[in-house]
């Protein structure tokens, strides 16, 4: 199963050979993970991937882009909320981690939550229950998390713009994509897809930078 799931990877130097196979070794784990890497190298398939080798594949897989929203239109989003808990919110709204119950939800650009929401993250990390904003239910999330980040966390703890305690819950398991300078075997390949990518091959998989 790993190569039919690693498939839309364009890569076989050995530092992709090195991440193929701690995505084999994490997958099965429940653990939480974090996902480095510049731009374009390919986190939100590395979290599919996860999520497809793993016992939740049969489950949902949730994907929030953090950075593309507000943090309070970002904090309905994860998770949701109650009829009238604000003007606007004439239902109630299911957030991305009920959604994403039985199954993974990845973050993508976690560094760019706000402070608010880094600790009501944390409470889901450490209770495993969220509420909806407006509400005081306490709903179970059974979810594993994903987050990517093409930023340096450790300098963003040591700033202050980041909870260590949320950086270290998420950072249970560490996978670093490298970036193409550092694997300069994968060019010829890479090449080739977006050349096929040019001709209008609109079959060819998305290439891992």
Not at 33 to 50: D, F
Not at 72 to 94: M, N, P, R, V
Not at 188 to 199: D, E
């Amino acid at each position: 199963r790993l190569n039919e799931n690693l498939e839309n990877f364009t890569g076989k130097s050995p530092a992709m050979e090195k991440v193929y196979a701690l995505i084999r070794k994490a997958a099965p784990a429940n653990a939480n993970v974090l996902i480095e890497g510049p731009s374009g190298t390919g986190k939100e398939l590395v979290a599919q991937a996860l999520h497809n080798l793993s016992h939740r594949s049969q489950g949902p897989f949730v994907a929030v882009e953090c950075a593309a929203l507000s943090a309070t239109l970002l904090e309905s989003e994860l998770f949701g909320h109650e009829k009238w808990a604000f003007t606007d919110a004439k239902t109630q709204k299911i957030g991305k981690f009920e959604a994403a119950n039985g199954g993974t939800i990845f973050l993508d650009e976690i560094s760019e939550i706000d402070a608010s929401t880094q600790v009501k993250l944390l409470r889901v990390l450490e209770t495993k229950t969220f509420q909806r904003v407006g509400g005081n239910e306490d709903i179970k999330a059974d979810i594993r998390i994903i987050a990517a980040t093409n930023r340096d966390l450790r300098k963003y703890v040591a700033e202050g713009k980041f909870r260590e305690d949320l950086y270290y819950r998420l950072n249970v398991i560490d996978v670093i994509i490298p970036p193409l300078r550092e694997r300069r075997d994968d060019l010829p390949a890479l090449c080739q897809v977006l050349l096929q990518r040019i001709v209008g091959d609109g079959q060819q998989p998305t290439p891992c930078l």
